[in-house]
């Protein structure tokens, strides 16, 4: 890989220190306006209102995955693992592009924005545009990012259980949240990283660090990602938006704030015709959102106006956890006393009492796979490792955890 003069430019990044960047593609790709505009996503949507400091961004994000990229490759050929220049470029191009397809607030709005499109099938829509505007030259990383390469662990470093796409949101997520219960040991696990047979796996001496990085892994989901605050606040955005498209398709007049919003929210059947309005969708971020959230606070629907208050004061509605399901009867009670104190009717007061359900599934031996590669050759899932320190048969340390909820707002009594 060219590593001239000319070309190396080094980012000063607050997690790892310098970041450097050798070769005049990766350059261009990040200046070009279809990776720029992933500083305006959130990395955490909207964790920041529990934790300050989360201000990160998709852009942070996809940078650190790409410095850890290069240091796994370089470990991988200092083991003899035949990596050629083209395939080196093309696995920290993949990685770099990786999350070029988040809308606005990441996951909160995925669902809702464009229907129907996941963010991975966006990012190889941008990535396959990329690569006709650079005659050709990300070919490799798109065989990469589709895994259809013939060497599978290329695309394990950026998607499975040991990918440093995990390895930098655990880490970076950890720092700017100042929780130190996400804190990897990413440097060690890098270091033991192997191929045999063409997959992904990590040395035995690793166990240990693969074990707190799937401990770090189900503290971080529960104490910030699932946090009750972050699930209130994010639900709460994603009613927003049910309620406008609500109105719309009554034919009350609603603006966003941006055309570009307006346009996904007037043409609910764009996700099909998606390639046509890559622009569009490029055009989206956070500011679309918020600015747009801000103004409704002032629109004359009192649901929408009241939602949308909610989330720019901060006045979130209150969220509890809840061992057994709530009854019908007690949320229709608390929804007719809902309408009654905001003057809605009950049908409406259901933007405002609700519950749902926070799952989340660290480990599963079942259909997930991380190996170790003992010193004799033989490997093993590490769910059947004698020596590992955690009993992987057990729901309640790497199964899947759910946890039922209800919203409400603050001057109820549940």
């Known amino acids: 890989?060219?590593?001239?003069?000319?070309?190396?430019?080094?980012?000063?990044?607050p997690?790892?220190?310098?970041?450097?960047?050798d070769h005049p593609l990766v350059l261009e790709l990040i200046s070009h306006p279809y990776y720029q505009r992933l500083r305006n996503i959130h990395q955490m949507a909207f964790a920041h209102l529990v934790y300050p400091g989360a201000m990160h961004s998709r852009l942070h994000h996809s940078l650190g995955a790409y410095?850890?990229?290069?240091?796994?490759?370089?470990?991988?050929?200092?083991?003899g693992v035949p990596i050629t220049e083209e395939e080196e470029l093309g696995a920290k191009l993949a990685i770099l592009l990786h999350d070029g397809g988040h809308g606005p607030f990441s996951h909160a709005l995925e669902k809702v924005l464009i229907p129907g499109l996941h963010h991975e099938t966006l990012s190889l829509l941008l990535m396959e545009q990329l690569n006709t505007v650079f005659s050709g030259q990300l070919s490799t990383a798109i065989s990469i990012f589709t895994d259809t390469y013939p060497k599978r662990f290329l695309h394990q470093l950026i998607s499975g259980q040991l990918d440093v796409d995990r390895m930098d949101y655990l880490n970076r997520d950890s720092f700017f949240t100042g929780v130190a219960e996400g804190v990897i040991g990413y440097d060690r696990i890098l270091k033991m990283l192997a191929v045999k047979d063409g997959d992904l796996m990590v040395e035995e001496k690793a166990i240990f660090s693969i074990e707190k990085f799937l401990i770090s892994r189900r503290l971080m989901y529960w104490q910030v990602y699932l946090h009750k605050t972050v699930v209130s606040a994010e639900m709460t955005v994603v009613l927003i938006f049910k309620r406008v498209l609500e109105l719309l398709q009554q034919g009350i007049a609603l603006q966003a704030a941006s055309s570009d919003l307006n346009f996904f929210l007037q043409n609910r059947e764009a996700g099909a015709t998606i390639k046509q309005h890559l622009d569009r969708f490029c055009r989206l971020d956070d500011h679309d959102v918020m600015a747009s959230i801000k103004n409704w606070c002032y629109h004359p629907d009192k649901v929408l106006s009241t939602l949308s208050r909610l989330v720019t004061e901060r006045k979130l509605l209150k969220i509890r956890f809840l061992k057994e399901p709530i009854g019908e009867m007690r949320l229709a009670e608390l929804r007719k006393q809902t309408a009654q104190q905001l003057g809605i009717t009950e049908e409406e007061a259901g933007y405002f009492v609700f519950t749902g359900k926070a799952s989340n599934t660290t480990y599963n031996p079942k259909d997930e796979r991380i190996h170790i590669l003992f010193k004799d050759g033989t490997v093993k899932d590490i769910s059947?490792?004698?020596?590992?320190?955690?009993?992987?048969?057990?729901?309640?340390?790497?199964?899947?955890?759910?946890?039922?909820?209800?919203?409400?707002?603050?001057?109820h009594k549940i």
């Open 15 to 21: 997690v790892y220190g310098f970041i450097t960047i």
């Open 1 to 13: 890989m060219s590593t001239s003069p000319a070309v190396r430019k080094i980012i000063n990044d």
């Open 67 to 79: 410095h850890l990229m290069g240091i796994a490759l370089a470990e991988l050929k200092s083991k």
């Open 384 to 411: 059947e490792v004698d020596n590992a320190l955690i009993n992987y048969g057990s729901s309640l340390a790497f199964g899947e955890i759910s946890k039922e909820y209800i919203c409400y707002p603050g001057h």
